[in-house]
């Protein structure tokens, strides 16, 4: 498959990029806003040409445990879903997470509590970065904000799962799954073979003891206290590296900013608005928009509080990520939240009134 | 006074198997996990296996059984082994993938995992320890308990009113078109030892041909768990497990 220009929503290209990234196996199960990932890949067929695996699975819970099982084989294995469905899949990302194992989740996610609204929302925040499973863990965390980055990120997704031997989150909303935008679509790159996936990850990864090494044993488990902790030291430390090493985050008019606006995925491109907005009555304002949310850019706010008079974390949900922006600000400047809740998508202008109200008019 | 005899090579009439390893077992003297173990290390390696099988051990007693039988293992949470096996076998079709998993694992948490494994022929085995009890966590009732029988749950005996009724989750799976071969045995003689290991065998050749689902039960014994010596243990498992769970093929689609 050639380099190809189209146009496209959001939950299509994620099953585009699968196939031309070389991904092995898709496991999932239908939910709104998101069952378009399942249908393109099953329209497509790509178990005749890459030699792909689709497999749709009677529940979230077994999809997700599907790809602790092709993970164990080393494999580039992925699901996705939507909030609720993420919800069931907390368990098994804890699971891969414990055993180090590489694979991607993307959650479209919407509207909660409970079953929620099938509207877009960002009220995963707390669930994606900060655990949602058992134990001490971390996802990586990507945040796309276009049709091209949910793109973009299945494979950065997977090559970040294999460098640290971590899930990667994939945190989208129900705008960029539904939206239809231009995107570039990479010449397809083939499968592992069976010697790459040794080469590679033949010290841990099951696929039928050869007659060269002892046994692999994938597994989550340590009975004794002790060794339990040094698993939980190994995986501080591989923390440590991710966040010392896969920041990333894009600015916007902050160079000269008072007021900067805190804003990922969707509600970033809202905000990207509400900066032209402001800039053009003589306001000035910039936003920052995490793209990994973890690792969190909190150096990068931490460097701006010093030179600026408010902070405002602008998402769709009750208040999540502002905690970790005003942690990140070490008290240095005021943070504020504001955001729209339920699958309501706030408008630049209620953005911008809030910014006014929360600092400008101050 | 005896006098003492040179074991020579050519004088073992028994070993343990290859590709049970040194480590020391868990399990609780009596226990029919051990007997299981030694079987499948057996077939793997008579079948010429010992590269190509992957297994998948449950939350249970046998959540260590990788500690124990030489190959390739993954551990799975808690009733989700046939959904990894699911993705392990369809990723290398190539190789023999098989769950090991308790009542507990298989036939409650797992209920769903295991129907729908079967149900979509998913190509691989099922060794199914069926001791009505969860051991691991100390005596508990099972979706397999017999009703009357006391646990640490069920203190009084199993009441259908109040705890439902055992369910045979051999002869549900059965009914699947997915599943090729469904069987119960025991491990309690060494006449059904044997028996028990011809029916492991039948289950990794249908998995390696392809031929759907392979469940083989092994209706088992907890003598801790239903605190009973090992021989009251397999005394009782005669008079009242095999009653209610007899033994023999429940569904082998081989057989025409």
Known sequence: ???????????????????????????????????????????????????????????????????????????????????????????GLSYLAGAELPCVVVNVSRGGPGLGTIQPSQADYFQAVKGGGHGDYHLIVLAPNSVQEMYDFVSLGFELAFRYLNPVM???????????????????????????????????????????????????????????EKVNLKLIEKYRRVAANEVRYETFQCEDADYVLVAYGSSARICSKVVEMAREEGHKVGLLRPITLYPFPSGAIRELADRVKGFLSVEMNAGQMVEDVRLATEHRAPVAHYGRMGGVVHSPSEVYEALKREFINQ | MAAEVEMKPENLVYAKPRLITDKTMHYCPGCSHGVVHKLIAEVIDEMGLEHDTIGISPVGCAVLAYDYIDVDWVESAHGRATALATAIKRLRPDKMVFTYQGDGDLAAIGTGETIHAGNRGENITVIFINNAIYGMTGGQMAPTTLLGMKTATTPYGRDPRLNGYPYKIGEVMSLLDGVCYVTRQSVHTPAAVRKAKKAIRKAFENSMAGRGLSLVEIVATCNSGWKLSPVEANRWMEEHMMEFYPLGDLKDTEKK
């Open chain 1, 1 to 91: 498959m050639k380099e190809e220009v189209k146009l496209m929503k959001g939950n299509e290209v994620v099953a585009e990029a699968a196939i031309r990234c070389g991904c092995d196996a898709y496991f999932g199960y239908p939910i709104t806003p998101q069952s378009e990932v399942l249908e393109t890949l099953m329209q497509l067929r790509p178990w005749e040409t890459t030699g792909m695996v689709v497999l749709q699975a009677e529940s979230e819970v077994a999809a997700i445990n599907m790809v602790y099982g092709g993970a164990a084989c080393g494999k580039k294995v992925m699901t996705s879903s939507s909030s609720p469905g993420i919800s069931l899949m907390c368990e």
């Open chain 1, 170 to 228: 994939i945190l989208s909303d129900g705008v960029i799954g539904q939206m239809m935008e231009k995107v570039v679509l990479s010449e397809a790159v083939p499968r592992w073979t069976d010697e790459q996936i040794v080469a590679q990850s033949g010290s841990w990864a099951v696929y039928g003891k050869p007659e060269t090494r002892t046994r692999n044993i994938v597994t989550s488990l340590e009975l004794e206290a002790d060794r339990q």
